[in-house]
């Protein structure tokens, strides 16, 4: 019994070159976008309605030639040429949100009117297959299509014109003056311009996507540094307190007599959970700490050195009037610490940004809070700028004293003076209260001396 040979499998390029078929069929069965108007996105109204007159006035002045030129000049009937022209140019309407549907409506028709004028009485010597108003109207849509459409759907919808047309040519080359070739030519330049030009305006959309998350991100990552700059600075406040009530809870059975069991004990417990508040604290420390953070083991700064602060910005150009009045030992240490931050970056900004301004600072206090105004006029020196006070500064400017003005429950106001000058003024409470929500608005509520 004889065996049937054995089906050859297909050549990889006959499978690739299907593969693509397969690809550019898809795309112009389904378009790439949702039926929204052309430039409805624009914030310019001039722009968001010219694709609607573009394709009103095309309208408007092909359907009435069409019907006239088909009927007079081809010697087609009325109600024919009348139809025919409906169908190759009313669709440019829908092309402004439509462009691929409005595609498929046009180019049958086109097809379908190439074919009646094969046998009209006069198309012997003049345009075939495709008449002018069939090529203008073909043109115009294909800068629609250009515009909203795929890279694969173009391909698809050029290769279909031009094989259309090849077609024509084949079937009546007699009657063909080579309007298809004209086509297939205008059809490539009109999507080959428009298509770049949505690619390049979708590169640029992409990019200002790209750059705005990328601007959160660097916003975000500064205020998560400064955040873990203030939780190294404040380890040193805490701890101080900890240590504090761990000495006297071990040392309280030995210098007060008489005390019964149950005190001792509790006293105990409570120099023992001190003692692992520290422990959790170091190591919370050395997360937070970076390994080359050698300034951190100095002593913390606080409105005392203020003083010494001003010195160094009168050192560097900048004419500074202090005004320092808060009684000693008065002000809790993250009060004093985020104080001095505050004037510290209030200080590197004027030095940066307004070179030889003249500079007040005033630090003073009610009894209730702490009320930190900096002030600066319009730069002495326009184009100069200097290096940042201290090395110790976060950088951070803004976003650093927001943060440590919330930590504290305090308000903060910033802005620039009508004189070109800025102000930065800050009030801390003196007295422990829960900080701001995260996203609780600044309070413009302290006064400017």
Known sequence: MSRSPATSPQPPLWRSARTQLRLLVAAVRTPSHEATPLFAASERALLRYAPYAVAFVAVAILLPTSVTVVAREYGLNGPMAGALAVAQTAPLLLAVTRPLQAWWIVFAADVLGGIVLAGAVDVTGRSWPWTPMVIIGYVILMLFLGLRESRRALVAVWLATGLAGFLFELAGSDLSDGSWLLLFVLTGVALVVTGALRERGDAQRRLAAQETISETERAQRTLLEERTRIARELHDVV????????????????????????????????????????????????????????????????????????????????????????????????????????????????????????????????GTDLIVVVVNGPAAEAGTAAPPLESAGTGHGLVGMRERVRLTGGTLDTGPLPDGGFRVAARLPLASSPPEAPDAPDAPDVPVP
Do not use: C, K, W
């Open 239 to 366: 701890a101080h307190h900890m240590s504090v009530i761990t000495v006297q809870a071990d040392s309280a059975p030995y210098r007060i007599s008489g005390l019964p069991d149950e005190a001792r004990e509790e006293f105990t417990s409570i120099a023992a959970s001190a003692r692992e508040s520290l422990t959790e604290m170091r190591r919370l420390l050395a997360v937070l700490r970076s390994e080359d953070a050698d300034g951190e083991l100095a002593p913390q700064p606080g409105v005392a050195r203020v003083q010494q602060l001003v010195e160094a910005t009168v050192r560097a150009g900048v004419p500074v009037e202090l005004s320092l009045s808060v009684p000693a030992g008065s002000v809790p240490q993250a009060v004093d610490l985020s104080a001095y931050r505050i004037v510290q970056e209030a200080l590197s900004n004027v030095v940066r940004h307004a070179p030889g301004a003249a500079t007040r600072v005033s630090v003073v206090s009610d």
